[in-house]
Antibody, heavy 117, light 107 residues
Framework: QVQLVQSGAEVKKPGASVKVSCKASGYTFTSYGISWVRQAPGQGLEWMGWISAYNGNTNYAQKLQGRVTMTTDTSTSTAYMELRSLRSDDTAVYYC??????????WGQGTLVTVSS | VIWMTQSPSLLSASTGDRVIISCRMSQGISSYLAWYQQKPGKAPELLIYAASTLQSGVPSRFSGSGSGTDFTLTISCLQSEDFATYYCQQYYSFPHTFGQGTKLEIK
């Protein structure tokens, strides 16, 4: 069965970086892309970006350009999302989700990232 | 960027009711639209893609329609487990924006 298992919760200080992992299993990793979506406390879903696990092509949300990097490691079927220069409004649950044609059919369990001094 | 207007933001209904949630785009997106359900503390779950195709395992009381700029999610005969928040998402072009969400609560 398809599973996406994310790394655990993180607490970071403003200005620091965080790297969240998303380990995929149950399907051919390189046949799909991975989207990253975040949700601030009590808020809606925010699309952050997408990476092709086939060739590493990426597309990022404009507001995160320059602060976010998405990568994949095909040898371990793991996707990564790194966010730098963290601010308090980056506090959110971060989700990875499988998708190649646009929609996200399987989601990770979410990773809470708290940014606080 | 394609802007989305999802309405209503809050919907009160009773078990057995039929409800409709709307999503309107700032430009045409053909049928490149998905619908998700999210329950508190859980990851979203895909309900519908390509505007009207039901994801495997999703009950048939959920249906989607529309193309171009106007889309709807209909839930016929609400069940207790359907009370949740619903989001639309366009994937016609990057960024793959989400609607603001519709919280479906028990009346």
């Amino acid at each position: 069965q398809v599973q996406l298992v994310q790394s655990g919760a993180e607490v970071k200080k403003p200005g620091a970086s965080v790297k969240v992992s998303c380990k995929a299993s149950g399907y051919t990793f390189t046949s799909y892309g991975i989207s990253w979506v975040r949700q601030a406390p009590g808020q809606g879903l925010e699309w952050m970006g997408w990476i092709s696990a086939y060739n590493g092509n990426t597309n990022y949300a404009q507001k995160l350009q320059g602060r976010v990097t998405m990568t994949t490691d095909t040898s371990t079927s793991t996707a990564y999302m790194e966010l730098r220069s963290l601010r308090s409004d980056d506090t959110a649950v971060y989700y990875c989700a499988r998708g190649s044609s646009g929609w996200c059919d399987y989601w990770g369990q979410g990773t809470l990232v708290t940014v606080s001094s | 960027v394609i802007w989305m207007t999802q309405s209503p933001s809050l919907l009160s209904a009773s078990t057995g009711d039929r409800v409709i949630i709307s999503c309107r785009m700032s430009q045409g997106i053909s049928s490149y639209l998905a619908w998700y359900q999210q329950k508190p503390g859980k990851a979203p779950e895909l309900l519908i893609y390509a505007a009207s195709t039901l994801q495997s395992g999703v009950p048939s009381r959920f249906s989607g329609s529309g193309s171009g700029t106007d889309f709807t999610l209909t839930i016929s005969c609400l069940q207790s487990e359907d009370f949740a928040t619903y989001y639309c998402q366009q994937y016609y072009s990057f960024p793959h924006t989400f609607g603001q969400g519709t919280k479906l609560e028990i009346k």
